[in-house]
């Protein structure tokens, strides 16, 4: 069919107002598309990364904001001498807001000397040097400076809050660009109420080989009867329940996905019947001259293939641009979902595309096919 290309084409440009409402409309579905497949990948990229991780986050139980979790510090050198413990890293969090968000801020505080072991950081910019030497001073995730305009050495304040950029990083987890973190005794004197003693939580790292739920629960067995009754669980689990219903919601936008695909079935199979209704009399003389049925189905299939895919073309490439450079992520309780753009996701959309124009041109090029000849001509 490709030698047949010029004539699909000009075909397609006969009509352009339609042919470009129908590319326009399918972009937009394949843009939607795609937006729901990089919340879903992060979201999926989330819960793997950590599972492969032997760490426990330990919080207060009972409590689901980090605003309201509050355990003693203390309680750090108690698990430390656990066997199979390898480290315990406490950390006050703050946050902006707790509900579902766009745009969350996070900050985590931690001993500056803790941090670079605990997190997978490579700088941008700035220096290590000043932000262990200076309290108010802070690294923030690529994202957040994106989407805020930070650099290092500019100030930044949400709430009670005021920090000092002292760099910008990457990370080998894109939600972790999406934390800002700072030190763990600025942050706890850093809110209106003095926090001097306790932390949010305790991430606790373990050797290789340590069952991870087992040990959350004899964690959770030795607090029993403390101050603070503990919950202790595998970050993975812990950042799945804090997400909560946000969850249920990006599970649910699986149905938006193919609400997108049916419509830009609908959108190409319209356009392509319309085309093949207007043309009986050409694919009759095409017919005449020599064209047999199967290439006439052909040449209609095609050109439903080719509407879809330049549609889908469209959309995706705004829709990686658009992802690329917004830095955009969701998140719930201090736990972000960056939207995962990729090759993969990409080739993913064209293909579907592609595959629904060929869907959509079956029935309309079976009727062109099966034109009878005479009866047209003579109509």
Same mark, same amino acid.
């Given at each position: 069919?490709?030698?047949?290309?010029?004539?699909?084409?000009?075909?397609?440009?006969?009509?352009?107002?339609?042919?470009?409402?129908?590319? @326009?409309?399918?972009?937009?579905?394949?843009?939607?598309?795609?937006?729901? *497949?990089?919340? &879903? &990948?992060?979201?999926?990229?989330?819960?793997?990364?950590?599972? @492969?991780?032997?760490?426990?986050? $330990?919080?207060?139980?009972?409590?689901?904001?980090?605003?309201?979790?509050?355990?003693?510090?203390?309680?750090?050198?108690?698990?430390?001498?656990?066997?199979?413990?390898?480290?315990?890293?406490?950390?006050? !969090?703050?946050?902006?807001?707790?509900?579902?968000?766009?745009?969350?801020?996070?900050?985590?505080?931690?001993?500056?000397?803790?941090?670079?072991?605990?997190?997978?950081?490579?700088?941008?910019?700035?220096?290590?040097?000043?932000?262990?030497?200076?309290? +108010?001073?802070?690294?923030?995730?690529?994202?957040?400076?994106?989407?805020?305009?930070?650099?290092?050495?500019?100030?930044?304040?949400?709430?009670?809050?005021?920090?000092?950029?002292?760099? =910008?990083?990457?990370?080998? +987890?894109?939600?972790?660009?999406?934390?800002?973190?700072?030190?763990?005794?600025?942050?706890?004197?850093?809110?209106?109420?003095?926090?001097? *003693?306790?932390?949010?939580?305790?991430?606790?790292?373990?050797?290789?080989?340590?069952?991870?739920?087992?040990? *959350?629960?004899?964690?959770?067995?030795?607090?029993?009867?403390?101050?603070?009754?503990?919950?202790?669980?595998?970050?993975?689990?812990?950042?799945?329940?804090?997400?909560?219903?946000?969850?249920?919601?990006?599970?649910?936008?699986?149905?938006?996905?193919?609400?997108?695909?049916?419509? =830009?079935?609908?959108?190409?199979?319209?356009?392509?019947?319309?085309?093949?209704?207007?043309?009986?009399?050409?694919?009759?003389?095409?017919?005449?001259?020599?064209?047999?049925?199967?290439? =006439?189905?052909?040449?209609?299939?095609?050109?439903? $293939?080719?509407?879809?895919?330049?549609?889908? !073309?469209?959309?995706?490439?705004?829709?990686?641009?658009?992802?690329? $450079?917004?830095?955009?992520?969701?998140?719930?309780?201090?736990?972000?979902?960056?939207?995962?753009? @990729?090759?993969?996701?990409?080739?993913?959309?064209?293909?579907? @595309?592609? =595959?629904?124009?060929?869907?959509?041109?079956?029935?309309?090029?079976?009727?062109?096919?099966?034109?009878?000849?005479?009866?047209?001509?003579?109509?």
């Amino acid at each position: 069919m490709i030698k047949f290309l010029p004539y699909i084409l000009k075909t397609l440009w006969r009509h352009r107002s339609r042919t470009i409402l129908t590319v @326009s409309g399918s972009a937009v579905a394949l843009f939607v598309f795609c937006f729901v *497949g990089a919340v &879903q &990948q992060g979201m999926n990229d989330l819960e793997q990364r950590q599972e @492969s991780k032997q760490s426990l986050v $330990m919080f207060q139980a009972n409590k689901f904001c980090p605003a309201t979790s509050h355990l003693p510090q203390d309680y750090e050198s108690k698990i430390r001498r656990l066997d199979g413990v390898r480290d315990v890293v406490p950390i006050q !969090v703050f946050t902006n807001n707790c509900r579902a968000s766009l745009d969350v801020i996070v900050f985590y505080g931690l001993p500056p000397k803790k941090l670079r072991a605990a997190r997978d950081f490579q700088l941008l910019s700035g220096n290590w040097a000043d932000f262990e030497e200076h309290q +108010d001073s802070a690294v923030v995730g690529r994202a957040v400076a994106s989407r805020r305009g930070l650099k290092a050495g500019d100030k930044f304040s949400i709430g009670d809050i005021t920090v000092q950029v002292a760099g =910008v990083f990457s990370a080998s +987890d894109p939600a972790e660009e999406n934390y800002i973190y700072s030190h763990l005794d600025f942050l706890q004197r850093g809110k209106r109420e003095d926090q001097v *003693g306790t932390v949010t939580q305790h991430e606790i790292l373990l050797e290789a080989g340590i069952d991870v739920a087992a040990k *959350g629960k004899q964690i959770d067995k030795l607090f029993k009867g403390g101050p603070v009754e503990t919950d202790t669980r595998p970050k993975g689990v812990f950042q799945t329940k804090s997400l909560g219903d946000l969850t249920q919601l990006i599970g649910l936008a699986h149905y938006l996905g193919y609400a997108c695909v049916g419509l =830009v079935l609908a959108l190409v199979a319209t356009t392509t019947v319309m085309s093949v209704q207007d043309r009986i009399k050409e694919h009759a003389v095409l017919q005449t001259v020599g064209f047999t049925g199967q290439r =006439v189905f052909g040449l209609v299939v095609s050109e439903s $293939m080719l509407l879809s895919l330049a549609g889908g !073309v469209l959309g995706v490439t705004a829709a990686m641009l658009v992802l690329q $450079m917004s830095h955009l992520s969701v998140g719930a309780e201090a736990v972000t979902i960056a939207f995962r753009p @990729s090759w993969s996701l990409a080739a993913t959309a064209v293909l579907v @595309s592609g =595959v629904v124009g060929v869907f959509a041109g079956l029935v309309p090029g079976w009727h062109a096919a099966r034109t009878n000849i005479v009866e047209t001509l003579r109509a």
